[in-house]
């Protein structure tokens, strides 16, 4: 591979604030700090993806902005990062905001979402004829309105898409909002056919495949996570990943494997708003340098692990070398084995 990635969907600017304690209905909390950063699919991810790789693979930013400061405050971070943006389009709409809400001593976030410019994102914004890459990753599922419609003939607009991408040599990849809804079966299962990757949290696998992945207990259900893993390749994806806070797994073909977070340091844990799309670059990265499916996880859990250490999104992404080195620092053991 040597076309590089693009990213699309998702271009958010993130209102991040430091809380004492979420409250209850009626209730107050002290903010205790406050700082804007980007977020989104798009931002998160590519901007992750060019630190790991310290800016050698070619990566190219598709969504829509709005035409105001915050749409420009996004678009200049991204050229600032060497990520092309001709396929980032413009419009009236303002663009679109999270406020997040990070709970100070634990890293727990909650997120409060305006769509703005990014509901107005659809499958023509995309220049197929020429989109030049070798990897195109779509997210998030679920948060892209247009992406999300139905079609006749795909299932969904974003199975169209993917389908679209495959036809023309492109491998596909899609990550998933973590909502609270009924329509994750409806909706992700019929892009999963025209997936090549799919990287998701245990929440959104389980109300993707209906497999119970944590019990009564709220601990992770070690039996099933390859079952999880299964459903996901039955339905036509070639590579899965899974991850938690505990660990993650992935499948490629018949290959399964299992491996546990790092054992991090209390006082090491900033804020978790970004550790998703880390981990999914890491995925990434290593899916477009060839690694071993091993070799993927380690470099996922580094590149969360490399995120969980600031409160915004992106700033605390490692180069490679550096990343993987927090594998000799910290040991694996978060009560998952290693398979």
Same mark, same amino acid.
């Given at each position: ?69 915050? +749409? ?34 634990? +890293? ?30 779509? +997210? ?200």
């Amino acid at each position: 591979m040597n076309k590089g990635i693009a990213v699309a969907g998702n271009m958010i600017l993130d209102r991040i604030k430091m809380i004492d304690v979420f409250p209850e209905k009626g209730r107050l909390c002290n903010i205790k700090s406050q700082s804007i950063g980007i977020g989104g699919c798009v931002c998160n991810t590519a901007i992750d993806i060019a630190m790991l790789s310290d800016n050698e693979i070619k990566l190219y930013a598709l969504g829509r902005l709005g035409k105001d400061e915050n +749409g420009q405050q996004i678009l200049d971070f991204l050229n600032d990062n060497n990520i092309d943006t001709k396929g980032v389009i413009r419009c009236d709409t303002d663009t679109s905001y999270t406020d997040v809400m990070t709970i100070v001593d634990v +890293g727990d976030r909650t997120f409060f979402h305006y769509r703005g410019a990014n509901d107005e994102f659809c499958i023509d914004d995309i220049d197929f004829d020429n989109l030049n890459c070798d990897i195109l990753h779509i +997210g998030y599922a679920l948060l892209l309105d247009k992406f999300d419609r139905k079609n006749k003939e795909y299932g969904t607009e974003l199975a169209k898409a993917l389908y679209i991408a495959q036809q023309k040599g492109i491998k596909t990849s899609i990550d998933v909002v973590s909502e609270q809804s009924d329509r994750f079966k409806e909706i992700v299962t019929r892009s999963l056919k025209y997936c090549d990757y799919i990287t998701v949290n245990e929440i959104e696998a389980e109300n993707v495949s209906n497999i119970s992945l944590r019990d009564k207990d709220k601990k992770i259900i070690e039996s099933n996570l390859k079952k999880a893993c299964d459903f996901f390749i039955e339905n036509g994806v070639k590579q899965v990943c899974i991850h938690f806070p505990e660990g993650c797994v992935a499948m490629n073909g018949n290959e399964y494997r299992q491996m546990p977070s790092l054992k991090l340091p209390d006082d090491y844990i900033k804020g978790n708003v970004g550790a998703g799309d880390a981990f999914c670059a890491g995925m990434l990265y290593a899916a477009y340098r060839g690694f071993s499916l091993k070799d993927s996880l380690v470099l996922a859990v580094c590149s969360a692990s490399c995120s969980l250490s600031q409160a915004d999104s992106i700033s605390g992404m490692m180069d490679f070398q550096r990343a993987v080195e927090l594998s000799k620092i910290y040991q694996f053991d978060n009560g998952i084995k290693i398979i």
